[in-house]
């Protein structure tokens, strides 16, 4: 059932605020049910030249025809507002119009605006990466719809099911933003993510009525973290480097080897983090930059050492903090350098250490996984099992490994055995 308000917009001039050249200002003056309140029309004339009761500029005067359809203009878009509201069922206020009408609380209808709201109230919210991420999202939408219908934008109504597997398609036929970074199915499916994320905002705010990617599941490829073995790490931290920054890049590499910290946690870290714990002994104590969520970590003697090492370097003018970081592509590039001196024949980023971490220093020393899920920050324990599901494929690739040996050692001591039972004894 719709209800019946009594609305009436009313044009009247603002004499207590003239302007410099005697004009007033124009307001519009919004009623609903006895209620009142006043909106700018951004217009101004003088009171001589105003016809109270038509509410409009003389016909007489000079420009009078320009004013007067401005406030038609704006006598037609609150109209407009009052009809959207009460279409929508939401509650009808003088200022619930005001706000549509200046669009404070204006309505998304196309993806663009979308992209925009989301630009404007949102990504401020979010990790310098994580809006670097974003703008490549955005990118990607813009070129597909651009190729696909032939248009700049798109209503939001009209994205659906069908919409999206062609976007899909798109992003795994279509030239990378760079050519450096080819799409591959986990990046396309973090860009169909981030569209998901857009519509989901759109449907919380009333934009959409239902979610297009009901259907659509979002399909990842899951692979293996690679980690470095212990007799790795103890390559990497013996073997002998003649560049310096090599070893301060292999130094803060071991330290996040020991202590699960990510490369922005460690370039962050600074004297305030380390604290006395419940055992007297020094302990990390941070929150994770990716989820916010505090950690407490005892600080073990690998870490320490290296704090050691660079106990010198916080002040003030690089904030404080413990160690000297490069930026995280100086510091991949020196890694893989470091990795094929030390003939380790895997891929090495940063990133590495950190999981180094949870499998060699944690769940390969018997730390049972729920303490290496609160080590490293983890909101749910399925996050940190990928690291137990590693360790099991490489026992059992070590067990297979045993066997080979075991039955080749067999068949060597069967065939010793065949050739002594061939030979003939001389009496």
């Not at 019946?4 to 050249?21: I, P």
């Not at 099911?161 to 970074?181: A, D, G, H």
């Not at 470095?228 to 920054?245: A, F, G, I, W």
């Not at 003697?301 to 690089?318: F, H, R």
Request: aromatic residues 8%; proline residues 3%.
């Amino acid at each position: 059932m719709i209800s019946e308000h009594t609305f009436n917009v009313h044009f009247w001039l603002r004499k207590n605020a003239l302007k410099k050249d005697g004009t007033a200002p124009i307001y519009a003056r919004i009623w609903i049910d006895s209620k009142a309140v006043d909106i700018s029309t951004k217009k101004a004339v003088l009171e001589k030249n105003w016809n109270y009761n038509a509410c409009r500029v003389k016909s007489k005067v000079k420009n009078s025809g320009n004013i007067n359809d401005a406030l038609d203009t704006v006598n037609l878009n609150l109209k407009s507002a009052y009809r959207q509201l009460l279409e929508k069922g939401h509650p009808i206020t003088a200022e619930a119009i005001k706000l549509r009408y200046t669009g404070k609380d204006r309505e998304v209808l196309t993806l663009m605006e979308l992209i925009t709201y989301h630009r404007e109230n949102e990504i401020q919210k979010l990790a310098p990466g994580t809006v670097k991420n974003y703008k490549a999202s955005e990118k990607y939408i813009r070129r597909f719809i651009q190729k696909e219908y032939k248009v700049k934008d798109i209503y939001l109504l009209h994205i659906d099911y069908s919409f999206i597997t062609k976007f899909e398609n798109y992003l795994r036929t279509c030239s990378p933003l760079k050519k450096s970074q080819p799409l591959r199915n986990n990046g396309i499916m973090k860009h169909l993510e981030r569209l998901q994320k857009l519509t989901n905002m759109a449907l919380k705010h009333g934009w959409i009525k239902s979610n297009p990617f009901n259907l659509f599941q979002l399909k990842f490829d899951s692979y293996d973290s690679a980690f470095l073995e212990q007799s790795e790490l103890d390559c990497l931290m013996n073997v002998s480097l003649s560049n310096d920054s090599m070893s301060l890049v292999r130094d803060i590499f071991v330290f996040s080897c020991y202590t699960g910290l990510s490369y922005i946690e460690v370039k962050n870290l600074s004297a305030k983090n380390i604290v006395e714990g419940i055992d007297c002994e020094d302990w990390i104590v941070l929150r994770r930059k990716k989820s916010n969520v505090p950690v407490k970590l005892p600080l073990l003697n690998e870490a320490k050492l290296i704090l050691q090492k660079y106990a010198s370097y916080p002040k003030v003018e690089n904030g404080y903090h413990l160690l000297p970081v490069f930026s995280d592509q100086r510091l991949n590039l020196y890694l893989k350098q470091i990795a094929s001196i030390c003939k380790i024949d895997k891929h090495i980023t940063f990133h590495v250490a950190r999981h180094t971490f949870a499998t060699t220093i944690a769940l390969l020393n018997d730390v049972p996984i729920e303490t290496v899920s609160k080590l490293l920050g983890h909101r749910k324990l399925s996050t940190t099992q990928k690291y137990a599901r590693v360790i099991e494929k490489k026992i059992s690739n070590d067990m297979k490994l045993l066997r080979r040996k075991l039955d080749e050692h067999k068949q060597s001591k069967s065939n010793n055995h065949t050739n002594k039972k061939g030979h003939l004894r001389i009496v």
